[in-house]
């Protein structure tokens, strides 16, 4: 006989990290080898990148716009980085973690805060370290998107992203993105199974139960 899943409510797994240290390839990964889980798309008044595509890497919206929605409660979180505004949309969230899904954040300790001190218990947070410094200012100086005051900003950023580690459920050392994305994979599935989460563990208990 086929078991029935037990349902349970999704989580919110956060990953955060100074800018060039893996994250975003990473998510990427974890997406693909995952179906389980969906990407949160950010609402930014940053302008787009070449090569990004509005509504898959963020919604781009004006300043006026943000501020609309920040202030009607439309964002579960927001904060501003690098001078630009960025924040999540609550609706698709909600939305998701009701239906049992899981949903990634690529956010930063700011809206990592915001979260936990809103909904703490469908929070997991992991931080990604670089493998050290230098790797870090090498990995930045070598993304051709970005200008010299950027880098320069995000050199000055990613010290202060880094002193705010301690504040997350788990670490991660980003050596080797494969290890990376697999650890992230272990952190999902022990995650998933906590009793907590599995709303529908006390019916199946009690017919496991009736049985006997
Ligand atoms: P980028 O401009 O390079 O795409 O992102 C810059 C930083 O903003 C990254 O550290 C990223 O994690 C963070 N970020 C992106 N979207 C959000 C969001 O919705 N909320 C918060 N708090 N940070 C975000």
Avoid at 68 to 74: C, K
Avoid at 132 to 155: F, K, N, P, W, Y
């Amino acid at each position: 006989m086929n078991a029935k899943p037990i349902s349970r409510r999704g989580l919110m797994l956060v990953l955060s990290s100074p800018s060039g240290a893996g994250k975003t390839t990473i998510s990427r990964r974890l997406l693909d080898r995952d179906p389980g889980i969906t990407m949160s798309v950010s609402v930014t008044t940053r302008p787009m990148r070449p090569g990004e595509q509005p509504g898959v890497d963020y919604y781009f919206v004006d300043l006026p716009e943000f501020d609309r929605m920040a202030e009607q409660g439309e964002l579960l979180e927001h904060a501003r980085v690098f001078g630009n505004c960025y924040g999540t949309p609550r609706s698709t969230v909600e939305q998701a973690l009701g239906a049992g899904r899981d949903v990634l954040f690529d956010i930063d300790w700011q809206g990592t805060q915001q979260l936990a001190a809103n909904a703490r218990n469908d929070l997991v947070s992991v931080f990604v370290l670089p493998p050290s410094g230098t790797e870090l200012e090498r990995r930045l100086h070598t993304r051709a998107q970005d200008s010299a005051e950027v880098i320069a900003q995000r050199m000055a950023k990613a010290s202060d992203e880094i002193s705010h580690w301690a504040e997350y459920d788990y670490v991660i050392v980003n050596n080797d993105v494969d290890e990376s994305v697999t650890a992230v994979q272990a952190i999902l599935r022990a995650e998933r199974l906590r009793r907590t989460r599995q709303v529908g563990l006390p019916a199946f208990v009690q017919s496991v139960q009736a049985a006997l």
